[in-house]
Each structure stands twice: as C-alpha cells, then as structure tokens.
C-alpha cells in the first residue's frame, strides 16, 4: 500500500530559527511529490519535485527530493511567525495519476 | 490571481438529508477533483474529474457521493444521505501541470 509519512507531527520553534520538516514516501511508481502550506483552510502550493538532488528554492524556504531514499525535506531558515502553519507533503504515484496521497502533515507554530 | 471558489462555506445538516457542495475550477483547467479533511485528520482524495467523466476515485468515494458539472463552470459534490462521519471540510481543487488549485473549502457538519 502506497504510503506517505511526515516528521515530525508537531513543531514548536521560535522566531528567527531554522526548521527541517521531513517526508517520506513508498509508492509503486512516483511521479512527483509536492509541498503545500496550510493555514486556516485550503492548502497553498509551495513546490513540486519531480527531479533527485535539485533544490527548489522560494525566498526563506526550500525543498529537496531523494528518490533513492524515497524522501523529500522542506526547509525554512529564519522562520516568522507567519509561518506557522500545517505543511503537507504529497506524493503522485501512476497508474493513479490523480490521486494524490497526501501525509498527515507538520504542524509548525512559531513563538515571537 | 484567478482562484478556485467554493460555496458554500459552511453547512449545517440532519443526518440522511442530501447536501450538494458547488465550486467554480479556474477557467482553463481542465482537471478537477474533490478532496475531504475530517478535523484533526489528513487531507483525503475522493474523486477526480476529466473530459466531463470521472477519472479516478477513492474508496471513499461510495454510491451516496456523485459529481457534476452541470453547466462547464460550476463542479459539485453531492451527498445522497449525510451520515455523521461525512462532516468534514471538502476542498475543491482543479490542476495545471500538476500543481493543484484549492478552493477555501466546504465545511460540513452532519447533525
């Protein structure tokens, strides 16, 4: 069974540190694997990686992808406390192309 | 910035009523699906919708739920007979090039 695992659930850190989130996935066939930010409501999209070892990069945050390890890591340097936020990580894996799993997410609450 | 939007915001409802949730995709995508959150849970994939057909769908995705789009802009969800575990947040998203569009989300409560 296809699987997506976030770490850690729950992460308290304060303003102006550096935070790591991880994911880790097992999927018959993977095609990509996202990154979304959730506030109150819908998840915003942050990344999509589909390519090993190639960072992507928006302002403060960036993510990773390691297909040999089968895991994605979504980091943010300097965080604010507008940062806090659920962040989900999403794998796409064929034949069910549109049926993207998602893991249970990392809840990040940043202290002032 | 164009937006995926979902009406309406919040429902409250009797077990075994029916409720249809309505959202409009961003106009020039052509794929759409629904997804539900159960408070506290993670975010579930139902269905997903192509070419005016369903493409895919999750286990969920029973025969009290159905999807259409009635009229090439709006996308529902309808629930045949609430039951208590359907109350959730029900995010509509559509899709370009593989990054998905949320709408705000549906919250259902079922009484």
């Known amino acids: 069974e296809d699987k997506v695992v976030q770490s850690p659930l729950s992460l308290v850190v304060h303003e102006g540190d550096t935070v790591t989130l991880n994911c880790s996935y097992e999927v018959t066939n993977f095609r990509s694997l996202l990154w979304y930010k959730q506030e109150k409501k819908a998840p915003t999209f942050l990344f999509m990686l589909t390519s090993s070892g190639i960072e992507k990069k928006s302002g403060r945050l960036s993510s990773i992808l390691d297909k040999k390890e089968l895991f994605s890591i979504l980091n943010i340097t300097a965080t604010q406390t507008g940062d806090s936020a659920v962040y989900l990580c999403?794998?796409?894996?064929?034949?069910?192309?549109?049926?993207?799993?998602f893991g249970a997410g990392t809840r990040l609450t940043v202290k002032p | 910035e164009p937006e995926v939007t979902q009406t309406p915001s919040h429902q409250v409802t009797q077990m075994g009523q029916e409720v249809i949730l309505r959202c409009v995709p961003i106009s020039n995508h052509l794929y759409f699906y629904w997804y539900r959150q159960i408070l506290g849970q993670k975010v579930e994939f139902l269905v997903s919708f192509y070419n005016n057909e369903i493409s895919e769908k999750s286990e969920i995705f029973d025969d009290q739920f159905s999807v259409e789009r009635p009229d090439g802009s709006n996308f529902t969800l309808k629930i045949r007979s609430t039951k208590l575990e359907d109350s959730a947040m029900y995010f509509c998203?559509?899709?370009?090039?593989?990054?998905?569009?949320f709408g705000e989300g549906s919250r259902l409560t079922v009484l």
């Open positions: 998203a559509s899709d370009v090039a593989g990054e998905l569009f």
């Open positions: 999403a794998v796409e894996a064929p034949p069910k192309v549109n049926d993207m799993r």
